[in-house]
C-alpha cells in the first residue's frame, strides 16, 4: 500500500512558476514509477508527465515540454514537478501517482495510486 500526498499548488501570474511535491509512505517506493496528471473543471484527467523508478527515463505531455520537470529523490520518497513559464491553461488539480507495474504510464488505469490533488491556478 502506498499513500500519496500533494503540496504546493496555489495561484500563479501567467509566466510565473510553482514547484509541486508528493511525498509517498511506504518501502517500495523506489520500485515504482511515478506520473502527474492534471484535471480541469469539465475535462477529463490527463497526463502531465511521468518518471522511472531509477529516474532514468521521463516522459513529458507535449504542450509542458521545455516548461515542466519532473523529479525524484528515492531516499527520501519525494516526486517533484517543477513548472515553469506558466500558462492559464495550466490551471487545473494535479495528481501524483504511482505505477507498481514495469514501465512508465500515459493514461490514468496505468496506475494504482493516486494523492489527492492540489490546485494549481493560473492567472491571465
Known amino acids: 500500500q502506498v499513500q500519496l500526498v500533494e503540496s504546493g499548488g496555489g495561484l500563479v501570474q501567467a509566466g510565473g512558476s510553482l514547484r509541486l511535491s508528493c511525498a509517498a509512505s511506504?518501502?517500495?517506493?523506489?520500485?515504482?514509477?511515478m506520473g502527474w496528471f492534471r484535471q480541469a473543471p469539465g475535462k477529463e484527467r490527463e497526463f502531465v508527465a511521468a518518471i522511472s523508478w531509477s529516474a532514468g527515463n521521463t516522459y513529458y505531455k507535449d504542450s509542458v515540454k521545455g516548461r515542466f520537470t519532473i523529479s525524484r529523490d528515492n531516499a527520501k520518497n519525494t516526486v517533484a514537478l517543477q513548472m515553469s513559464s506558466l500558462k492559464p491553461e495550466d490551471t487545473a488539480i494535479y495528481y501524483c501517482a504511482a505505477r507498481t507495474n514495469y514501465g512508465l504510464g500515459v493514461q490514468p488505469d496505468d496506475y494504482d495510486y493516486w494523492g489527492q490533488g492540489t490546485q494549481v491556478t493560473v492567472s491571465s
Open positions: 511506504g518501502r517500495t517506493f523506489s520500485s515504482y514509477a
